[in-house]
């Protein structure tokens, strides 16, 4: 999946990313889950999500925000 194709989503992340690292500090760890509601109303994007983040970079379960925030930045 290239985020860039999902430009206002890759900036959700973004957010996301910006508020947990607001809260907790630049050593917030989070999952994908982290950018979708508890209710599974968008489940080809967060498989979209899953597969980015499982497949194409084999990032563990729980990763630090800031690295998340610069991949997704830089169109990875």
């Known amino acids: 999946m290239e985020l860039s194709m999902h430009a206002e989503f890759r ?6 990313c910006d508020t947990k690292i607001a809260r907790k500090g630049t ?36 990763e630090k925000a800031m690295k998340i925030k610069k991949m997704v930045a830089d169109g990875l």
Not at 11 to 16: A, F, G, R, Y
Not at 50 to 60: R, S, V
């Open 11 to 16: 900036q959700k992340i973004i957010e996301v």
């Open 27 to 62: 050593n917030v760890g989070l999952s994908f889950y982290a950018f979708f509601k508890n209710k599974n109303d968008e489940p080809e994007l967060l498989m979209e999500v899953a597969k980015w983040w499982i497949e194409t970079h084999e990032l563990d379960h729980f």
